[in-house]
């Protein structure tokens, strides 16, 4: 892999915001044997755990998560034809919302509950057919949109021109209205971000994300900073030293997974249980250059996780190159290795 490949693969990983929202738990969970994996990349193609393509989404221009609900899947993103809607099993469906304005519309997020599907389009939440605005997003950019029995919830990060910082942001529904709410930092100087949801029993939530350099996340809004292993120097710029980018919940504990900086300076995949960290590494015998733990995904009793690993590898003339995994994981073993470097989500159906 070369370097143009490389900053490429940087800005992808760094870029994917809408890591997969989480729901409830499916009513019928299948056997493992019975379930299948589908993983989509950005441009709309979805592979299953074999690595073989088995759909290409029509007329997508640009795919950004996929999500399940018993036998179908369901694919937001932007169609060609400059529609609004979202894919259901490899087919487009149009949604009829009269918008006020004329703009290009690319839903960055789709969640479902019963018969509803839920879109994130800034600044909108599209239920079915009605339009919902979100109230005071100027500067926000949504991480996930989640539902738990209904009730839907927006996180993400805003940026406060007036104190040159950014807040970590919860949006959720109240009397047909998305309002906001700002998650508490130790300190107002401190720049904070979710980039992590998880709803559940309708009326909580698991925000994730990170506050100035710290990994944290927010159960019902009250923060909660997670431990890292490594003790890099405080860098110059305000990037953290962790950050959690997914969140599940199985059998009463809470899994986060995301990345921590090692002493010299490389991020290195995490998941923490319970607040515990722990490092997630394939094993292979090279040193890894980064690493990043991007999705988790609980089902019935087995959690699912989606991880990149990059090593140096050095060629026979000298030069230095660059070999990439992408795994996904059932517990704490592998059971897919992918070399797209474009991949946005997984979903277990």
Known sequence: MNNKLLILFLAVVMAVAFSSCQKDEPDNVKRRGERQIYVLT???????????????????????????????YFVSGKSTKDKVGYWKNGKWNTLHIDFIDNVSHETQGIAKWDYYIYLFDYPYILKNSGIFPIEDCEFFTASNIAVSNGKCYLAGGQYNREKDRSDAVLYYESNGRYVKAVLPKPSENLTGHATALYAYDTD?????????????????????VLPRTFNPPIPQVDIPLGHVSSIARLNGHIYTCGFETDDEGNDQAVLWVDGVPQRVHSGRQENIFFSYAEELIAYGDDLYMLTFECYEVTLPNGEIDYDIDI?????????AKYNHIDIVNFTVV
């Open 42 to 72: 950005s441009e709309g193609h979805i592979y299953d755990l074999m690595g073989d393509r088995i759909m290409e989404l029509p007329n997508c221009e640009y795919a950004s998560e996929i999500i399940s609900d018993g036998d179908d």
């Open 327 to 335: 795994l996904i994981w059932m517990n704490d073993r592998i059971i």
């Open 204 to 224: 909580h939530t698991i925000v994730g994300g990170h506050i100035g350099f710290e990994p944290c996340i927010w159960v019902d809004q009250e923060l909660q």
